[in-house]
Structure formats: C-alpha cells, structure tokens
C-alpha cells in the first residue's frame, strides 16, 4: 500500500527556504518511521522562476502565482520563508482561512501582526508555528510554551543578534573598533548589505517582542521594545568594562514585575562569570529564569540556512504529526493576560558612565553632587587617565531608577567643566 503523503508549499527559496528544501530532502528516508508520514513539497513560490530553477531537481514545482497554491486543496502545510510584512501577511492569513496550517521564519510579522495571525489560527482550528522566528535554530519557543509551562517566567535575557554577537566579539577579542568589526562581519557575510535592522538592534528588538509575549503570556509587540544599538560602543568601553571583570554584549531583557512588563534591547555590561558572558561570535543564547525550574540557558546557531530551516523541519514535523491525530490547533495564541508596559523611565538599572572633564579641582565634587541630588547613588568613581588639560573619569552608579539617571545626564550636559559624555551603558 502507497504510505500517506502530506502536501507542502513553500513560499519563498532563499537562504531559509533552500535550507528547508535540503533538509527535507535528507529526512525523505526516514521520515516515514519518524513521524508516520511522507511529506512532499508540491510546489514552491519565487520571484524569479529561472534563478530559483538551479535550486531544486524538479523545476516544474516552481510557481510565481500565489493561486496555484492556495486554490490547491492538496496542500496541507504552507512554509513561509518570504520575509517582510506583505505580502507575507495576506498569505499567511489567506492560508489559515482555506483551512492549511502555516509554518513560519517571520519574526518581523509575528512581532507587529502576531495576535491577527494566531487569532486566524486558532478560529481555523489550525497550527501556526514559528519556532524559527526567534534565535534561528535554537528550540525557545516551544520549550517556553511547553517544557516551562508549570512555570512563572520572571525573567528572559537574550544575545539574540547574531551578527551584532560577532562584532562585539571581536571589539572584545581582537580591540577592534566598531566600523573595522562591522566591515569584517560584511566581508564574512554575517552582515547584510544594509546593517542597519541589526546594528540599530531592530532584529533583536522583534524577537524580543515574541519570547516576552510567550514568556509572560501577554502581547508584546515590537513598538514596545525600548531599543538602543551598538554602533556607540567603543573598544575603549569594552576594554574598561574588563578590568571590572565584565563583557558588553547586546541584550534583550524582558522582566515580568508587578508593576508590569519591562521589555528592551541595548548594549549592556555584564559580569564575566555570567553564562551569556561566554557567548561569542555569532552564536546565540537564551536565558530563562522560572520560578520552578530555576535557571535555563538555551544555546546555538541562531540564524543560516541549515539552523533555521532545522527549526522550521522541526515544526512541520509537529504539524504533520498533529494532522495525523486530528488536532491541529491543539496549542495556539498563550497570551491570555494583558499586561502593561512599563515605561523606561521607570525602570531600575546601573549604569557604566566615561566622562571627559576638566582636570582641575572641585570637578568631581561638582559630578557627584549632581548625581546625590537625583537620588543616583554611586558604586564606583575612578579616574581613569589625564589628557592634556582633561581627566577622564568612569562612573558606576547602583540600581537608580532611569528617570533619575537621566535628570543627572541632563544637568550634566550643560556643566561647561564636562567637555564630553563618551559613553552611557546599562550594568546587567
Ligand atoms: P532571502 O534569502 O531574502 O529569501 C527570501 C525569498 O523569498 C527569496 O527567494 C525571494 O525571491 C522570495 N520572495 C520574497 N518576496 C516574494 C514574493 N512576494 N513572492 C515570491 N517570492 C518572494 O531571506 P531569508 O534569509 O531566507 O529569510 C526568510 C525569512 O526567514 C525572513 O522572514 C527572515 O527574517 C527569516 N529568518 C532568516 C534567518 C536567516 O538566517 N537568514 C534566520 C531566522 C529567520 P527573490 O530571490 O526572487 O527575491
Ligand atoms: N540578522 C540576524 C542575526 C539573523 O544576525 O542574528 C536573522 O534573524
């Protein structure tokens, strides 16, 4: 008898989607024994019919006409690998309705439009995976969603720019300035033509947005996320931070306080001894804090085209799996709670702070006055060189709420004694 078979389009057959295209293909033998079924890849959708032809060993799968596949009642499972917000989005909602489950990459959509999307999901009665949206191929989604659910999720820390992970590294290891780090991360083909969605940390920005809705179980989105890049961080930065024992690395922080969700993305020291400390190159990691499983890391590649399409295969799997037992949907939208926001400014951090002032008497006394007279109190005060006429200090305050930190920055500004603010970085 002629095994079962489940039909899958894929939308898209760049990098992810010719990852997904070889990955399924390896698995062909045994797929069978592992999830029951065969998947077969009935037809694919690009752009440009004679660019993608070199790709795939049949080129009569190719289509440029969006019809063909979801006017085909045979296609069970869409894989969309397209990217950006339309016609991504019409797609994906136009797939769910007809009744196919969706598998996607997407983190740009699922961070703006991730409500509409499992919305239609769920009222269709059908999966909407996206396992790959976030840190590539490292499994987070599903174990937040699942292996953590007894848990209350207070806290998720994430280098989830891979790229960006890169430069730093390098400005760490090698004392490269930021534009020498970034034009070798181009050469490699780490970065894009257009850096800007990871430097800015928008990359990250949305992927945070996706694991702070999953972790806390109400709707982050990417305007949320309060975002800084790394294209101020200097190597002199880095090098001070490590005679205090510390990296800087790019983080996403998401809390889950009783005052609401803080969720944001910026450079941020952090100590050596710390787990993500370690995490270098463009490798990617997910901290978890539960309150009943304690402290989880999740680790890996989290972009490339076998990476990913590992995650997206991974949840085809799950899919045709649910397909074959008759529950599709089983798990759709967990954001069940509306949470506020927390605004910045309310938030607590420490702060790493380079200075350049007069050097002359009474200048320090004037900066600590400043900050005693906003609530910022200080853990260290070093003066770290002198140049000519100007001393260069390096200030560490406690837990300062950010309002006051940045009345301090404000006053500070405008003192003709302070000749440059070099450099403002969170503490983790
Ligand atoms: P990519 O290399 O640019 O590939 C996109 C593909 O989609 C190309 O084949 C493109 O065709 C096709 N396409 C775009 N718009 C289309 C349209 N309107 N109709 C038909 N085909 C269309 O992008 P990618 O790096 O594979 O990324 C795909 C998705 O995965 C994105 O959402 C991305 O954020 C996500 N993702 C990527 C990575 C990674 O490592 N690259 C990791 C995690 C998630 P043409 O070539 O003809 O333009
Ligand atoms: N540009 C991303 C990174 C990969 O550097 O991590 C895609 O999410």
Known sequence: MEAKKIQVALLG???VGTGVYKVLERQKEEML????????IRRILVRNLEKAAAK????????????????????????????????????MLEALKAGKNVVTANKDLMATNGRELMDTAKA???????????????????????????????????IVNGTTNFILTKMTEENMEFQEALDLATELGYAEADPTADIEGLDAARKMAILASIAFNSRVTFDDVYT????????RDIRYAKEMGCHIKLLGKARNTEEGIEVSVHPMLIDSRHPLASVNDSFNAVFVKGDAVGDTMFYGRGAGELPTASAIVGDVFDVARNMLSGCTGRISCTCYKSLPIKKMADINSRYFMRLQVDDRPG??????????????????????????????????????????????????????????????????
């Open 33 to 40: 024994a592992k999830i029951g079924v065969e998947l077969e």
């Open 13 to 15: 057959l760049g990098t």
């Open 363 to 428: 200048v320090l006394a004037a900066v600590t006055s400043v900050f005693g007279n906003n609530n910022v109190s200080i853990e260290q005060f070093i003066q770290k060189r002198k140049k000519g006429d100007l001393a260069e200090i390096v200030v560490i305050t406690e837990e300062v709420v950010e309002r006051n930190f940045n009345d301090s920055l404000r006053i500070l500004e405008t003192m003709s004694m302070i000749k440059d603010i070099s450099a403002v970085i969170r503490v983790y």
């Open 124 to 158: 269709a009665g059908r999966d909407l995976l996206f396992e790959a949206a976030v840190a590539g191929g490292i499994p987070i989604i599903r174990p937040l969603k699942q292996c953590l659910a007894g848990n209350h999720i207070e806290e998720v820390i994430g």
């Open 56 to 91: 795939v060993k049949d080129p009569g799968i190719l289509t440029n006409d969006w019809k063909t596949i979801i006017e085909d009642e045979s296609i069970d499972i869409v894989i969309e690998v397209m990217g950006g917000l339309e016609p991504a989005r019409t797609y």
């Open 228 to 235: 800084e890049g790394i294209t101020k961080v200097t190597a």
